[in-house]
């Protein structure tokens, strides 16, 4: 059976180009095929003022879409000659198509921001909706935060499911690529009115600790010879991964954590660290077993 691919959504915007230039070097290490995919949508007003969303206003505009993502990946494919690339022109809705196309996928890489997105802002929109919707590991890369080339794989572990498999996906990643491994728990006291006399922070961070090691030890079993340290702070966990970023290559989170809302498919942590952090992001959620490899 075909390897997943490694998809990348691609609109020629200097995100998109770091997202590909990422995808590429991950194919290298892995072996596995790289999907280019663009996905554009037009729309059009025809009377009385009905709008509608169509895939592309004529066939020229549609030829030229096609020639720029032909061009795109036999550029690809002459930077990185032992990688498989192929390019998908993909009518509709970008976050629609790129969600589509996950299900099939091993990873999707996406820049942080694309051409139809604002300049002031940190994260476009279509990277927030398909790390949110995908159906596989999403990695949001930022053309000006390109992440230590020889730091640590970071990941956010906090005992939820999607932090569980969080930690595996980092594991393996820090396998392959011979890194060492971050693990970093965070844990604040709530901002309340009232709260016990006699907090012990120092007896409660050895508590978070020792919890998180023999969880780290339980999973680590597949990846022995991964150097693992493990870092318990007192502090928000979007801020301590934050922090952790500057000075990491990748930093893993689940989707959601233990303080997040069932219905959200995204957490507040997640969104966060996607903003703000110095170095390339997974987001990962368990996802149904597959025969696909």
Known sequence: ???????????????????????????????RPVLVA?????LTISPPVIIGAQPWPDERAREGAQEALDAAVAAASERRSGVVVRG???????T????????????AVLGNRGHGGFSG???GSTSVTVTAHAHCPVVVVRDDEPGVATGDVVVGVDGSPDSVTALDFALDTAAERDAPLLVVGAWNIPSVPWRPPGVDTEQMSA????????LVEERRRRHAAV???????????????TQASARARLLVVGSRGRGGLRGLLLGSVSQQVLHHAR???????????????
Do not use: F, N
């Open 38 to 42: 663009h996905a554009s949508e037009w």
């Open 1 to 31: 059976m075909a390897e997943r691919p490694i998809l990348v959504g691609y609109d020629h915007s200097p995100g998109s180009e770091a997202a590909l230039g990422w995808a590429l070097d991950e194919a290298a290490r892995t072996g």
């Open 227 to 241: 150097a693992v340290r493990t870092e318990v702070v007192v502090d928000s966990p979007a801020h301590a991964l």
């Open 88 to 94: 998908v022109l993909a009518d509709g809705p970008p």
């Open 279 to 293: 170095c390339p992001v997974v987001v990962v959620r368990e996802r149904p077993a597959d025969p696909a490899t």
């Open 121 to 123: 802002l940190l994260l």
């Open 207 to 214: 508590t978070e600790r020792r919890g998180l090691e023999q």
């Open 96 to 107: 629609q198509r790129l969600t589509e196309l996950s299900r099939s996928a091993h990873l």
